[in-house]
């Protein structure tokens, strides 16, 4: 069974950073495309962040010049540093990961609370 473990969550002030981490299994990891996504309450999921095998990045309009995916291939492990954070960044953040040529994410992490403080 497919695992993403998700770690790097918190409390931090407005304009703040916080760097989350995603785990996964170095045959995951090499052959998926690998995302950030966040739910705040009341509102659907959205995604954050995509990192492609070839290291190719996309990003929500919203976070774009602000956060920052990157994957280590060592470590099997994809990060999103999030800078000059706002109260509106506020939500759940879940790593997720699907094959290059699917439409959607298939497996998802368990999720890390982000919580900015105005």
């Known amino acids: 069974q497919v695992q993403l473990v998700e770690s790097g969550g918190g409390l931090v002030q407005a304009g703040g950073s916080l760097r989350l981490a995603c785990a996964a299994s170095?045959?995951?990891?090499?052959?998926?495309?690998m995302g950030w996504y966040r739910q705040a309450p009341g509102k659907k999921r959205d995604m954050v962040a995509i990192?492609?095998?070839?290291?190719?990045?996309y990003y929500a309009d919203s976070v774009k010049g602000r956060f920052t995916i990157s994957r280590d291939s060592g470590s099997s492990t994809v990060y999103l540093q999030m800078n000059s954070l706002k109260p509106e960044d506020t939500a759940v953040y879940y790593c997720?990961?699907?094959?290059?040529?699917?439409?959607?994410?298939?497996?998802w992490g368990q999720g890390t609370q982000v919580t900015v403080s105005s």
């Open positions: 997720a990961k699907k094959r290059p040529w699917e439409a959607e994410m298939d497996t």
């Open positions: 170095a045959t995951v990891f090499s052959v998926n495309d």
């Open positions: 990192i492609t095998p070839g290291g190719r990045t």
